[in-house]
Nanobody, 126 residues
Framework: ERRLVESGGGSVQAGGSLKLSCSAA????????MAWYRQPQGNACELVAI???????YYSDSVKGRFAVSLDIAESTVYLQMNNLKSEDTAVYYC????????????????????WGQGTQVTVSS
């Protein structure tokens, strides 16, 4: 069974850091484009970052300069290093093999087994 398993969420004060991990089980990430999304409570799903199979990266304006995405092919794990966290970063964070554009983004993150992680809560207190 193919799964993406996330870890690393938690509670932190504003200005602090967290590192999220997303490990693939049952398949490798070699050749995959991977994305991180987040869904704040009561708000829509947001694209946070993408790392493409060629190594190029994309960040939303709200996290640019603070977050960094990386991919360890050997470990089949994608990471999201989050620095200088703000209260508005509070959300459930998901990793995914699905790349959604603004035009295709539904109101809620379309979590699907094998394509999305289970989500991990990040809470930033001010």
């Amino acid at each position: 069974e193919r799964r993406l398993v996330e870890s690393g969420g938690g509670s932190v004060q504003a200005g602090g850091s967290l590192k999220l991990s997303c490990s693939a089980a049952g398949f490798t990430l070699d050749g995959s484009d991977m994305a991180w999304y987040r869904q704040p409570q009561g708000n829509a799903c947001e694209l946070v970052a993408i790392i493409n199979s060629d190594g190029t990266e994309y960040y939303s304006d709200s996290v640019k300069g603070r977050f960094a995405v990386s991919l360890d092919i050997a470990e089949s794990t994608v990471y999201l290093q989050m620095n200088n966290l703000k209260s508005e970063d509070t959300a459930v964070y998901y990793c995914s093999r699905t790349i959604l554009t603004l035009e295709t983004m539904p109101p809620s993150c379309p979590v699907r087994l094998g394509h999305w992680g289970q989500g991990t809560q990040v809470t930033v207190s001010s």
